[in-house]
């Protein structure tokens, strides 16, 4: 399963939201119900860390501005006021069959 | 809390072998099922493999396959990966990855390996 992520790049004003597109080639619905869709930010230095499991649970400790939305194919993340911390590498990952990961966004502060 | 961390990496040629090690503490290891991931240097991530909870189950990338094996000892709370043949493409950092539904939720440091002469 192929994962396409837009744009791959962002600069994004604090306090701003921002959006980002995953695309993927077959349908991540599996057979159990779940839509196996999964969301990590990979801060500068470290090892990615989970946002978003499922299309749109935030996991814990991850704050009410990151949401996931999305069915299917098409699936999307907003961050409704972008913080400094924020910026890094997102990448969706799809878990429907073994994992494939997008390309990764880069967000940045303008 | 959860902690995983890698060991074994370093430097190796062409064509020889390494092996890694994930030691696992703050979770019921023996209850989830444990991946490797990787990440070449400046490039994006690539699973490389997985192992289900109890053993009995692995699958490999097809970049990796009958080159790669990944085992792991319960009774350790240790996840390994045995890495044959290693060719350049194989430079990267490697994480132990904690499955989570059909996802995961907790990432290693890495461990990075470089193949080169």
């Known amino acids: 399963i192929v994962m396409t992520q837009t744009p791959r790049s962002l600069s994004v004003t604090p306090g701003q939201p921002a959006s980002i597109s995953c695309k993927s080639s077959?349908?991540?619905?599996?057979?159990?119900?779940?839509?196996?869709l999964y969301w990590y930010l990979q801060k500068p230095g470290q090892s990615p860390q989970l946002l978003i499991h499922e299309v749109s649970s935030r996991f814990s400790g991850v704050p009410d501005r990151f949401s996931g939305s999305g069915s299917g194919t098409d699936f999307t993340l907003k961050i409704s006021r972008v913080e400094a911390e924020d910026v890094g590498i997102y990448y969706c990952m799809q878990g429907r069959h073994r994992w494939t990961f997008g390309q990764g966004t880069k967000v940045e502060i303008k | 809390q959860v902690q995983l961390v890698e060991s074994g990496g370093g430097v190796v040629q062409p064509g020889r072998s390494l092996r890694l090690s994930c030691a696992a503490a703050?979770?019921?290891?023996?209850?989830?099922?444990m991946h490797w991931v990787r990440q070449a240097p400046g490039k994006g991530l690539e699973w490389v493999a997985v192992m289900s909870y109890d053993g009995r189950n692995k699958f490999y990338a097809d970049s990796v396959e009958g080159r790669f094996t990944i085992s792991r000892d319960n009774s350790r709370n240790t996840l390994y990966l045995e890495m044959n043949s290693l060719r350049a493409e194989d430079t990267a950092i490697y994480y132990c990855?904690?499955?989570?539904?059909?996802?995961?939720?907790?990432w290693g440091q890495g461990t990075l390996v470089t193949v080169s002469s």
């Open positions: 077959e349908s991540l619905l599996h057979s159990d119900g779940k839509t196996c």
């Open positions: 703050g979770f019921t290891f023996r209850s989830f099922g």
């Open positions: 990855v904690k499955g989570y539904s059909h996802g995961s939720d907790y």
